[in-house]
């Protein structure tokens, strides 16, 4: 596969040509071959395919969009989807505009070495790339300025063979090309004066002079302004005939020609061609998504000791030279720039983030390298400023021209500073005289590039809201370096080493606090100091005011700071002290995103908002979608953004957290700026969704469902089997117990206790642990505070068959029977029966085997009166158990295969393990080992593969009773050690005791300890 730009879009796959058929399609694929390799937000491809004003569905359409692109591409060339958008990830050399820039490059590298002849190859094969203008026929908003830039580098490729060949080649030659060029940009400078040198050693003079006065005609006549004094020079220099022509050591970065300001220009922009166009970007809004750099290092490359004029508005000062502005930059002797600002003396840990910040003094320097770039991003208050520049400090000595620093204000009250106001100040700084700065922003970078081209600086560049921001404020080559810090995790610069800063790890947490408090404070109270680390949750900023509260407040002990910080008010509130505040560093990341222009970001906003009324816990996409009310695609896009700005945090199971600070932040922005009607209808969705994945999972994890489940607004978790749903569970807990309370309060409480209820496959796996009967109880209030009776039966039914699994049997009989006085209250028969079918259980469990049978019959009686012809698997498990107790073993096998067979066609993983050992039991009972042996090892093969440790307790036990009937005492001994050993880890207890008797018997009968 090839791909074009350089014309009109072009695909073409072994030679064939293919087109995209809509020009949408045709739009979004030259986009992504702009920005090949490089991360593409969906709010960039909003702005570039639509501009200013998306429709409504332009987040819709751009997934649409994005996956015909994905078609047209062959394998392994393909659209990533990211966390914050698109990648297009190209095979190496497909693409002509790359395949341009890497010859671009790779002349630019041979000009530095001299080889001029192998460098003007290069170029012309570059420039034989080109077949018309670029992007032609694509009309979408962002191919105006990318036309606008690649006819700059096509430009640019020109200037350079022009420089490399009037050192030293075939001048004939290059006549037609730099006329041709003459023709089409007539009134720029840079080429006349090369047409007139390439005339001039042609022996060509006169022509040459009337090139010269042809452009000073031109410039008079449309623009009020004399040609630049390189070209009055030349001009001098031909009229004498003492212009020499000097073969350079290389050809050396130049700031660019300078198109004359628009602002003088009375009959509007210059003209632009498909070959060339002026530095400055045409008029219009520029796209906000990622466009192509230019090729390195810092732009057009001048002639041999030839600079360009930068002209000035008609009757302002006269003009300087480029030569003039490089010329005023500061001699060896003045004061070095020295702007950082101060150091921190008891900066503390990030010793491994520190490393790679150190690197960039030991990195290649050489003119033809990249620039080093190290971006370090994080949340506000992690302490990234405090990292970079300590580390600026200490590289201090590795870049002897000095270091620039600017806060660009990305993040915080007012607009960020522009890439045109700060390169403005830096070329002042390094001693551009202020009436020759450029007007257009591109032309301003070329001279800064130009500038430090031969100087090593340090350039540090604080709080950048993005890449766009800080592309221009980049060196040209690698003499340079810059370090970067953002609160976004930023997708360029291209080739940037990248630093995410986490809160700080627990031991450089109590370093830093006893560096602050004092290591005697610490000792002394290690309680307090646990406390007042946990409030500040790792997050430097925090612990440095905890730090100067102590040391402003000599009163305060840390066990007073510890009381402060943990109180019932808000920690948010207590950590502030002077001029510093963590609420106020949070204030600016989040406002930045409710006030921006992007409606991503304000969505963005909104979530970041929603998302603190469920602080605590830990959201996946789909439940997110729920709380937010929107689709899952967009959804995930604001999570990602959210994540990308250190606002939320995205953990490894492919959820999203709050770092806890910020949770609580973002409660106060919910709860001060959310309708309360838009925060009720807000966790209704999201409760809603809890209860109708909770019965989701119950379904591939229990026999039977009582209830239908809620209609859920988003995506529910696609679970792969029983397993799978169980892991929820156990995943999920904490916030299902959440969701539990919180539904209680919202207008459909009901879904507090169905919610619980639908977790008994849960609660039949794991009842050891305790958490399903807290579910329970948590539920059973809800109902009792309401009334609700039906909640009430059904919670009693279900804490009977807690209990009954832990065999509390008295405790059990107790819920069961309460549960059966209000099912009968409200004429619930259905709920009736399965409270008797738990009732003949527990009687069986207890060994009340008459009242067990009895119940039994009642419970087969009243199914068949609701019209139940067949028993259920439920009442077919109960009815061998029941048997089995009463003596009948064969016909309790005969139940239990019934029941198993059932289980099996559900797919029921842990009633099926469970089954097999209640059939290994009867074939013991009927003396048949083999078969007893089998069924009690598919059991335990079964319970460890679903991580059942109750029944895992139980195979082993009913194996080592199996084995000792066989006469393998020692085998009998191994499963119950395992079975004791497992019991007594998951708290079974009557296992664990029947167990240890069962060893206790071994060792008295034997006389050998086990």
């Known amino acids: 596969m090839q791909y074009g730009i350089l014309g009109s879009l072009e695909l073409r796959v072994e030679g064939r040509r293919v087109e995209p058929t809509r020009p949408r399609v045709q739009a979004a694929l030259a986009f992504f071959l702009l920005n090949s390799g490089e991360l593409v937000t969906i709010d960039a491809l909003i702005d570039g395919l639509w501009g200013e004003n998306p429709p409504k569905t332009a987040r819709a359409q751009v997934h649409t969009v994005v996956s015909e692109v994905r078609r047209l591409l062959p394998a392994p060339d393909h659209v990533a989807r990211e966390s914050a958008g698109y990648r297009l990830n190209l095979q190496q050399g497909v693409l002509d505009s790359a395949r341009f820039e890497l010859l671009v490059t790779e002349a630019q590298r041979h000009l530095c070495s001299a080889e001029r002849e192998r460098a003007v190859g290069l170029l012309r094969e570059a420039l034989a790339l080109w077949r018309g203008e670029a992007l032609s026929g694509i009309g979408a908003p962002f191919a105006d300025a990318a036309r606008a830039r690649l006819r700059e580098q096509r430009f640019r490729a020109h200037m350079m063979v022009a420089d490399a060949e009037l050192a030293g080649g075939d001048c004939s030659a290059l006549i037609p090309e730099l006329s041709a060029l003459s023709a089409e940009f007539p009134e720029r400078e840079d080429v006349a004066e090369r047409l007139a040198r390439a005339l001039y050693f042609a022996g ?17 006549e449309d623009y009020g302004v004399d040609p630049g004094r390189e070209l009055v020079a030349l001009e001098g220099a031909m009229l004498r005939g003492d212009l020499v022509r000097e073969a350079p050591s ?15 220009t009375p009959s509007g922009p210059a003209p632009s061609g498909p070959t060339g166009a002026p530095p400055s970007a045409p008029a219009g809004p520029a796209p906000s998504g990622p466009v192509p750099a230019g090729p390195t290092p810092s732009g057009a490359a001048a002639a041999p000791g030839v600079t360009r004029a930068v002209l000035a508005p008609s009757g302002s000062a006269p003009p300087a030279s480029a030569e003039d502005q490089v010329a005023s930059a500061p001699s060896p002797g003045s004061p070095m720039l020295r702007q950082l600002p101060h150091d921190l003396t008891d900066f503390i840990g990030r010793e491994k983030e520190m490393a790679t910040l150190l690197e960039t003094g030991t990195a290649d320097r050489s003119p033809c390298s990249a620039p080093r770039v190290v971006v370090v991003s994080g949340m506000g208050g992690v302490g990234k400023t405090a990292l970079v520049l300590h580390a600026a400090h200490r590289l201090a000595a590795a870049f002897p021209g000095g270091q620039l620093y600017a806060d660009l204000r990305g993040f915080g009250a007012g607009e960020p500073r522009t890439p045109f106001d700060v390169l403005g100040r830096f070329l002042m700084d390094l001693g551009v005289s202020g009436r020759s700065l450029p007007e257009d922003v591109d032309d301003r970078a070329a001279l800064y590039r130009a500038v430090l081209a031969d100087r090593q600086v340090l350039i540090v560049l604080d709080n950048a809201r993005d890449t766009h921001q800080i592309g221009p404020l980049l060196p040209g080559n690698g003499s340079s370096a810059v370090l970067v810090t953002s609160r976004r995790a930023l997708a360029g610069p291209h080739g940037a080493t990248r630093i995410a800063l986490h809160p700080m790890a627990e031991d450089e947490q109590h370093r830093m606090l006893e560096r602050l408090c004092g290591e005697d404070a610490l000792r002394t109270d290690p309680e307090s100091a ?26 305060w002990s840390l066990d007073t700071l510890a009381r402060r910080l943990s109180g019932s008010g808000s920690r948010l509130r207590a950590l502030a002290v002077d001029h510093l505040a963590v609420h106020d560093t949070f204030v600016l990341g989040y406002n930045g995103l409710r006030d921006s222009r992007h409606p991503m970001e304000r969505e963005a906003a909104r979530a970041f908002r929603l998302l603190g009324l469920w602080p605590s816990h830990p959201v996946a996409p789909e439940a997110a979608a729920a709380l937010l009310g929107e689709s899952l695609a967009d959804t995930a896009d604001v999570l990602d953004l959210l994540a990308d700005t250190h606002l939320l945090q995205a953990t490894d199971t492919g959820r999203y957290r709050f770092h806890d600070l910020l949770g609580e932040f973002a409660e106060q922005c919910a709860l001060t700026e959310e309708p309360e009607a838009e925060r009720e209808a807000a966790l209704l969705r999201l409760v809603t969704w809890y209860s109708a994945a909770a019965h989701r999972a119950n379904s591939l994890t229990a026999p039977l469902a009582l209830f239908d489940p809620p209609q859920a607004s988003a995506p529910l978790p696609d679970f792969r089997d029983g397993r799978d749903a169980l892991a929820w569970f156990g995943q999920e807990m904490p916030s299902l117990k959440t969701v539990i309370e919180l539904a209680g309060d919202t207008s459909e409480p009901e879904m507090s206790w169905r919610t619980a209820y639908a977790m008994i496959g849960y609660g039949h796996a794991y009842w050891w642990a305790g958490e399903w009967t807290q579910c329970l109880t948590a539920a059973m209030n809800s109902a009792r505070r309401r009334g609700d009776l039906v909640g009430q039966a059904h919670m009693h039914n279900a804490l009977g068959a807690a209990n009954g699994m832990a065999d509390r049997n008295e405790e059990c009989l107790a819920h069961l029977r309460a549960a059966l006085a209000l099912h009968r209250e409200t004429g619930d028969r259905e709920g009736q029966a399965s409270v008797l079918g738990n009732l003949a259980l ?30 259920s698997v439920i009442t077919l498990s109960l009815k061998g158990n029941v048997l089995h107790a009463s003596g009948d073993a064969a016909a309790a096998l005969e139940a239990h295969t019934q029941a198993l067979a059932i289980f099996r066609r559900q797919g029921l993983d842990q009633y099926i393990a469970g089954c097999l050992y209640s059939i290994g039991e009867c074939h013991r009972a009927l003396g048949q080992a083999a078969e007893g042996f089998a069924a009690y090892a598919d059991s335990l093969k079964l319970a460890r593969k679903i991580d059942d440790q109750d029944a895992v307790a139980d195979s082993l036990h009913g194996a080592a009773q199996m084995h000792l009937w066989a006469g393998d005492v020692e085998q009998a001994r191994a499963c119950w050690e395992e079975a004791v050993a497992v019991a007594r880890e998951h708290g079974l207890q009557k296992v664990l005791e029947e167990s240890e008797e069962a060893l206790a018997s071994l060792r008295e009968g034997i006389g050998s300890t086990p």
């Open 842 to 871: 527990v009687h069986r469990q207890a060994g009340r085997l008459a009242e067990a049978v009895a119940v039994l019959e009642e419970t087969q009686r009243l199914r068949r009166q609701l019209g139940h012809t067949e028993d």
């Open 530 to 555: 646990s406390l007042v680390l946990d409030a500040c949750a790792g997050l430097p900023l925090a612990l440095r005011i905890a730090g100067a509260q102590l040391a402003t407040r000599p009163t």
């Open 250 to 264: 290389g050809v050396r970065p130049s700031p660019g020609a300078h198109q004359p300001s628009r602002a003088v």
């Open 204 to 220: 060509r003079q006169t022509e040459a002079l009337a090139v010269l006065r042809t452009v000073r005609a031109l410039l008079a």
